[in-house]
Each structure stands twice: as structure tokens, then as C-alpha cells.
């Protein structure tokens, strides 16, 4: 029972102690407060004293410049012309020309298919063609000598013209017996070997015109409205094939139908690639100019600060922080366009703005 009531009055001692050492603490701060004003010596009265120490910061001069609003989207390159040629008579492949890699001119022969039927063909048709041919000037003879009828001159000259024509096929056929590069271009692969027998119509090689190529762009709708044909453009490796610098570009063509998946439209840009470093297939990206702004206000984006929705920057007029609300435009490259709030010529705030307030002492030590 004893222990019981020792507990109560044990707290209650304790809470009598803390209440005293409260009052104590704060006679001897007012004491010392006394005595300090008595001496003479400035007393803070707040905490706030602390605050209206300068703070050191770093400046920029606001200037005005030309820039452009850019956007950059992803691409494949294509080549300028790619063909696939074919058998265009069967027969076996007696000799092939050139190898892969190789480059041709428009006219070189790539393959030749065995001939030596054509040949005997064609000559014989040769023969038979002299043979009508004089059979038609001896009947157009005879026929003003009135010695025969029209129906006969006419059997004669429908002779020679069946003849004309079988002399004319076999010797397109021979023609067609070599194939020849239409182009110039780079023989890229060859798709038969010497020796096989062709079908007509079997692939046998492909070329490619690679000195310019076209690049495949995908353009959203919404940028849609900022590409057009003849628009300059830049075409950037990408982070696979890095090297190099930019290459100058220009559209070509704008798709006018949209992909039915994507919604986007098909782009083509022309460039230039006669050092061949680029290759169809690669990846690249291509720089778009969206807009010029001209005699913009331009920021560090790190000088805005953004604070319960409310966008703003901080300027030195006489020593004094000033904070002004400021609209913003596009991003730039870490940099941001501001549309109002802040004038050329203004010292604007880009280091220690974390630090200061509006109308708080500054001193600058940068810029």
C-alpha cells in the first residue's frame, strides 16, 4: 500500500522541477538581455536578424538572341536505288563478271547464260531474212511491170515480215542472254553461281546507288504542320555509329496518308554520302527546325524556380533581390525562352538563388 502512494508524488516532484528550471532558463535570458542593452550592445530581437545577412551570388546580364526550336526523331537509311535483276531467259550460267562489292557503271555485263543455240538460231534467220527481203524487191518489180497480181506481192512481203520478226526476236534473245547493270551502283550480292542452270525470271544480282541515300522518318501529326518538301534538315549519327558530324539534308517527300497504326507520316530525306561512310540499314536522327524565335530572352532552366506552381527568377537592382513571376516558353538544350517578367539588361540571379528572398541584401561576386 505504501509503495503505491510514493509513485504519485514522485511525478509530481518531477513536473514541480522542470516548471522551475523553465522559469529559471528564462529569468537569466531576460537578465542577460538587460544587461546587454544596458552596455550598449545591439540585441536581437528575432530570429530573423540571422536573414538579413547578404548572400553571396553569381549574375548574368540578360541579352536577347536568335534561336531555333528544334525537334529530332529517329530514321533509317535507305539506299538511293536498290534493284533486284533477274534471268530474263533460261539457261545455263557460263560466266560471271564482276564480284560482290565491286562497283559498275550502266552497261557492264554481270553474267552471261549460254548462247550457242541462240546464235545458230539468229543466223539462220539472218539467211532466210536476205532471202525474203530480196523475194520482196524482185515482187515489187514484177508487180509495176504489171507481170503479177497485188495478192501475190502481198503473199511475198507477208513472208518477209514473219521472217523480220523471228530475225528480231533471236536477236533481242541474244541480248538478253547477258545481264547488264542498268545503273551505276555497287554490286551488293550475287545470287546465283557459274555453272547453275537459271530459270527465267531468278533473281541473280542486286545493286545499290549509294552515293546519296534517303533517310525514312516517321513524323508525329503534331509536327506534321513544320515539314514540308525542300525543308532544309540535319542528319546526326546515332549513338551506335557516333562518329562524324552532322550532314545537311532536304526533304523530298512528305507522305499525304498517315499509317494507319502509328498515325504518323512517312518522310524521306535526301543527303549526300559520297564518302561512303553510311550504309542502308543504319540508324540516325534527323533534326527538325520546328521554329526561329528572334531576339528571345533566353535562361539557365537551373535559374527558374519552381515553387507551388509558381515559376520565378531573381534579379540584383541596387543590392536588393527582387523576385519577379516570369512565363516560360520551349527547352533548349538545358536553356529555357522567357516570354515576360524579366527585361534586357537585368542582372539576373543563377547561383545562390536558393538562398535569398524578395528584397533580401545580396552581394554579388560573379558576373
Known amino acids: 500500500m505504501k509503495k503505491g502512494v510514493k509513485k504519485p508524488v514522485l511525478m509530481t516532484v518531477l513536473i514541480l522541477v522542470s516548471v522551475l528550471l523553465v522559469v529559471v532558463g528564462v529569468a537569466i535570458r531576460k537578465s542577460k538581455m538587460q544587461t546587454q542593452a544596458a552596455e550598449g550592445e545591439p540585441v536581437p530581437e528575432t530570429v530573423t536578424e540571422v536573414e538579413k545577412k547578404p548572400v553571396n551570388v553569381a549574375v548574368k546580364i540578360l541579352q536577347t538572341e536568335n534561336v531555333e526550336e528544334t525537334f529530332t526523331l529517329p530514321g533509317t537509311l535507305e539506299a538511293w536505288e536498290d534493284l533486284t535483276l533477274s534471268l530474263e531467259l533460261p539457261g545455263p550460267i557460263l560466266w560471271i563478271g564482276p564480284s560482290e562489292g565491286d562497283r559498275l557503271k550502266a552497261g557492264d555485263e554481270i553474267l552471261r547464260i549460254e548462247k550457242e543455240a541462240l546464235i545458230a538460231q539468229h543466223a539462220r534467220n539472218s539467211t532466210d531474212y536476205d532471202i525474203k527481203k530480196k523475194q520482196l524487191e524482185r515482187a515489187d518489180s514484177l508487180l509495176k511491170e504489171q507481170l503479177i497480181s497485188e495478192r501475190e506481192r ?7 515480215q514473219s521472217v523480220n520478226t523471228n530475225l528480231t526476236e533471236t536477236r533481242i534473245a541474244l541480248e538478253k542472254s547477258t545481264l547488264i547493270s542498268p545503273i551505276d551502283g555497287i554490286l551488293d550480292r550475287l545470287l546465283v553461281d557459274r555453272g547453275e542452270y537459271g530459270k527465267m525470271g531468278t533473281p541473280a544480282a542486286v545493286i545499290v546507288k549509294i552515293d546519296k541515300l534517303k533517310v525514312v522518318v516517321d513524323v508525329p501529326e503534331k509536327d506534321v504542320p513544320y515539314t514540308r518538301t525542300g525543308q532544309r534538315v540535319v542528319v546526326l549519327p546515332s549513338g551506335v555509329n557516333g562518329k562524324g558530324v552532322g550532314r545537311p539534308g532536304r526533304i523530298i517527300h512528305v507522305s499525304y496518308l498517315a499509317n494507319e497504326t502509328t498515325r504518323t507520316y512517312r518522310t524521306k530525306v535526301q543527303i549526300d554520302n559520297s564518302d561512303g561512310f553510311l550504309r542502308p540499314g543504319m540508324i540516325v536522327r534527323v533534326k527538325f527546325v520546328r ?59 543563377i547561383k545562390g538563388q536558393q538562398l535569398v528572398v524578395d528584397g533580401g541584401s545580396v552581394t554579388v561576386i560573379e558576373g
Open 291 to 349: 521554329r526561329v524565335l528572334e531576339d528571345a530572352i533566353i535562361v539557365p532552366l537551373y535559374a527558374v524556380i519552381d515553387k507551388d506552381g509558381e515559376k520565378f527568377v531573381f534579379v540584383v537592382e541596387d543590392g536588393t533581390a527582387v523576385r519577379r513571376q516570369v512565363r516560360l516558353g520551349p527547352i533548349l538544350n538545358g536553356k529555357v525562352v522567357v516570354f515576360g517578367g524579366i527585361q534586357v539588361g537585368e542582372h539576373l540571379v
Open 154 to 160: 502481198d503473199e511475198v512481203y507477208q513472208a518477209f
